[in-house]
């Protein structure tokens, strides 16, 4: 599947505004509203839209701590890297987490309410799973820039 123009004017209003309504989208694109509607399910269908969500803000809600942790493995563990994963996976606190190339293995994003909270998933979560070495916590004191869509170029090509 090729994205078209009307395809990428559709994924760019998206990602500004999850909630626009299907009438005003076409009136954006160009095209009926059956059109777009047809357009946006498949863009879903072929998994360039995954899904749609509310973005919380988690200071707002009493979340007061984000850190990026940065999770260096024991040689002896790199072939269980399956198993530490599916821990990641478990565990509430760890928003975001990605494997990685480099010094470290995993990058991960924290959440927590406060330090007491980051202190005790620490202590009680992560130094508990098996076969990491290594942590180092970076807390983060001002998020410049948080932005949750990317830019596609009308003219250029994708294909999916």
Do not use: W
């Not at 040689?75 to 987490?97: G, M, P, Q």
């Amino acid at each position: 599947m090729v994205l078209d123009r009307i395809d990428k004017m559709i994924l760019k209003t998206l990602q500004e505004n999850g909630k626009t309504t299907n009438s005003k989208l076409s009136k954006i694109v160009g095209i009926s509203a059956p059109a777009t509607h047809e357009r946006v399910k498949r863009l879903e269908n072929a998994g360039v839209i995954s899904h749609f969500t509310a973005v919380v803000d988690p200071e707002k809600i009493g979340f007061s701590i984000m850190a990026l942790v940065s999770i260096s493995l024991s040689l002896s563990s790199l072939s269980s890297v399956a198993c530490i994963k599916e821990r990641f996976l478990e565990i509430d606190e760890i928003v975001e987490c990605y494997q990685i190339a480099g010094a470290n293995d995993f990058m991960l994003k924290v959440i927590a309410k406060d330090i007491k909270a980051y202190g005790e998933f620490m202590n009680m979560k992560l130094t508990q799973i098996e076969g990491i070495q290594i942590i180092k916590s970076s807390f983060v004191i001002d998020n410049v820039k948080d932005k949750k869509m990317f830019v596609l170029d009308l003219e250029e090509e994708y294909r999916v």
